[in-house]
């Protein structure tokens, strides 16, 4: 281990917690993370000095306020590496920021007959924003195959991405799958054919560098809670030429120049898009929880998670009627597990395994077509980050070993 993971484990008040007469192994991070004391202590200090609402008021509060949630957006902004701050907008979550994108993008670029290209591997958040639209514009929804070790087929990409193509939007890193897609090659593929390259970083920005200038990224999506800030803050980070063309998809307080009564024009960027008293505690979190994993380093945050999996993977590969979807090579995965042991439903799984005091997730995981994909109706998951020690691998794979033998020999 390359840092004191033990120690960092500290920090994180939560972990510390008997479950089912077991000590607590968190093993649910793609779903949410657990938060830190220096999240919590931002949060409280802003609330204990400076709540006010932004923007509004010329007061000594107000001003702290204003200046804190835009110190938040500076520091997401290098964070991701954007090229200005006008270019990052605090959203609600990834859900939100996909929604903005496909209607505000949609609604300035689809005609009858084109196309928006995602893949199998999406999650709800980057299909159903896009269905509707496809229907609302008459436009066509295609969908990129997937190899047989989970990865995207990038000769399909190459047969589905064509002139028609005016959207192409696609995870950076799959919730299921844990890998990672070549982002930069399909962003220069649908630049290449006139299109724009939107990305579903929700399980991507918490866990490796992200550089959207070098992805070359025209929309990048994400969400705080993943990445050990609150849940309800979010960011979605659009080109300016992009951003500058399409409406807010909120309209209210706080956005607007001047309103008159039978039309309004709006602020300019980022804040046309920030309709409403905006999360100044989310944001001022998020900026916390970005100086925490800094602090690491994302690189180091990578490596650590890979280390995991490195060790977790052959023990996993023992256990007889134990699949493992997505690839075997750990250099083309993050964190993500997802499972099936053969005979044992996975919400069984996950229930037995909560007895033995290890959090994972089963169900769909918000990717039905993806489970169709795969012809399975649910599976289970196991997703680290960076207070999961070997130990909690130990405890885990320890754990499955015991629910695969109850299921299936135990209840002689
Ligand atoms: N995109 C991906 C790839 C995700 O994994 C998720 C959430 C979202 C979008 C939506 O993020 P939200 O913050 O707006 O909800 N994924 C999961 C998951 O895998 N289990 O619970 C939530």
Request: charged share 25%; aromatic share 8%.
């Amino acid at each position: 281990m390359t840092l004191p993971y033990d120690k960092l484990r500290e920090d994180f008040v939560i972990l510390n917690q008997i479950v089912n007469d077991e000590p607590l192994v968190y093993l649910d991070n793609a779903a949410t993370t657990q938060k830190p004391q220096a999240v919590l202590k931002a949060m409280e200090t802003y609330y204990h000095t400076s709540n006010a609402n932004v923007h509004r008021g010329v007061h000594t509060l107000a001003e702290r306020a204003t200046t804190q949630y835009e110190a938040a957006r500076e520091t997401v902004r290098r964070f991701i590496n954007a090229k200005e701050t006008a270019e990052t907008l605090f959203t609600r979550g990834t859900t939100t920021s996909l929604n903005w994108v496909a209607k505000g993008l949609g609604e300035v670029i689809l005609e009858p007959g084109d196309e928006i290209v995602i893949s199998y591997m999406e999650h709800h958040s980057n299909i159903i924003p896009w269905q509707q639209m496809a229907k609302k514009k008459q436009a066509t929804l295609k969908y990129i195959e997937l190899t047989e070790d989970g990865q995207l087929d990038m000769a399909d990409a190459r047969e589905k991405i064509t002139d028609k193509t005016k959207i192409l939007s696609l995870t950076h890193v799959s919730n299921v799958l844990g890998v990672v897609n070549p982002i930069k090659e399909l962003a220069d593929m649908v630049h290449a054919k006139g299109g724009v390259m939107v990305v579903d970083g929700a399980q991507a920005v918490p866990h490796m560098p992200v550089d959207v200038q070098a992805l070359d990224a025209d929309f990048y999506a994400f969400s705080g809670h993943k990445m050990l800030a609150p849940t309800g803050i979010g960011v979605l980070y659009g080109k300016r030429e992009w951003l500058e063309k399409m409406d807010p998809q909120e309209f209210g307080g706080e956005m607007i120049d001047f309103v008159e009564l039978q039309d309004s024009t709006w602020k300019e960027l980022p804040w046309k898009f920030e309709g409403g008293t905006p999360n100044m505690a989310g944001a001022i979190g998020l900026a916390a929880a970005i100086d925490y994993l800094e602090n690491i380093g994302m690189s180091k945050v990578m490596e650590h998670e890979q280390e995991l999996v490195k060790y977790v993977m052959p023990k996993l590969a023992e256990i007889e009627g134990l699949t493992i979807f997505g690839p075997e090579d750990v250099a083309d995965r993050t964190g993500v597990i997802a499972f099936n042991i053969d005979g044992v439903h996975p919400h069984d799984v996950a229930t037995a395994m909560d007895m033995e005091g290890v959090a994972v997730r089963a169900g769909h995981h918000c990717a039905q077509p993806l489970m169709t994909y795969l012809n399975q109706p649910a599976t289970a998951r196991a997703s680290f980050y960076i207070y999961n020690t070997i130990a909690d691998a130990d405890t885990f794979v320890d754990a499955l070993k015991a629910t695969k033998e109850f299921f299936l020999n135990g209840l002689n």
